[in-house]
């Protein structure tokens, strides 16, 4: 799996390129800057971009910007943001284009190695990788007023959370300690609590629990 990295720190960039190395990736390119970022996904076409948001010369959103044409201009390349906060809109703007192969994960996350490269590779592969805390976000925010993940039970938020993350029934039965079976009962009353259209796919329930989410969101007083 070829891998371009987006990143202005030193020491992550060259920290996240061992972990991919050691982990089987191909890097073909670590720069520091977006601009250089865009031109070594054009020259490669890798199979994988990982960007920090904020980079050089203001450290606002170049790393996201870049993302997003990226996105654009080669739908099949996956694209990971990482970032030290969370941002909410960040993955509504990744979100916007209603397509998979698409991370955004916090920092801190890539201390966890093991499940640092399977986000990476589930992306490269087509499909989502959200972070906890910003998940975390999203449901704390659609669970105020009058959204129906108000109404669901504490342990149908919990499914909920990492269904959005992009685990697989397998994988949140494992983290829950529940039977795939009490999973797909679970999935199944979310799906009705929120009307949405049950779908077997990961990455398109993904997209589905994630966009309602968004939507679910109370305005800014």
Do not use: C, W
């Amino acid at each position: 799996m070829r891998v371009v990295i987006g990143e202005d720190e030193v020491l992550l960039r060259e920290g996240i390129a061992h972990i991919l190395t050691n982990d089987g990736f191909e890097v073909l390119a670590a720069v520091s800057e977006a601009v250089e970022l865009e031109r070594e996904v054009e020259r490669h076409l890798p199979d994988l971009v990982l960007t920090d948001i904020r980079m050089p010369p203001t450290h606002t959103d170049e790393g996201l910007l870049a993302a997003l044409r990226i996105r654009r201009a080669h739908p099949g390349i996956g694209v990971v943001v990482v970032s030290q906060h969370v941002q909410r809109r960040y993955a509504a703007e990744l979100l916007e284009d209603g397509a998979g192969g698409f991370g955004y994960l916090l920092k801190q996350r890539i201390s966890d190695v093991r499940t640092f490269t399977a986000d990476i590779r589930r992306v490269a592969a087509g499909g989502t990788a959200l972070d906890p805390e910003v998940v975390s976000v999203l449901v704390a925010r659609a669970s105020r007023g009058t959204s129906a993940v108000a109404h669901l039970t504490p342990r149908q938020v919990e499914v909920l959370g990492l269904m959005a993350q992009g685990r697989s029934n397998a994988a949140i039965a494992a983290q829950l300690v529940l039977s795939e079976k009490a999973v797909v009962q679970h999935t199944s009353r979310i799906y009705d609590a929120l009307g949405l259209p049950v779908d077997a796919d990961d990455h398109r329930r993904v997209l589905a629990v994630i966009r309602h989410l968004q939507a679910a969101v109370p305005p800014a007083p």
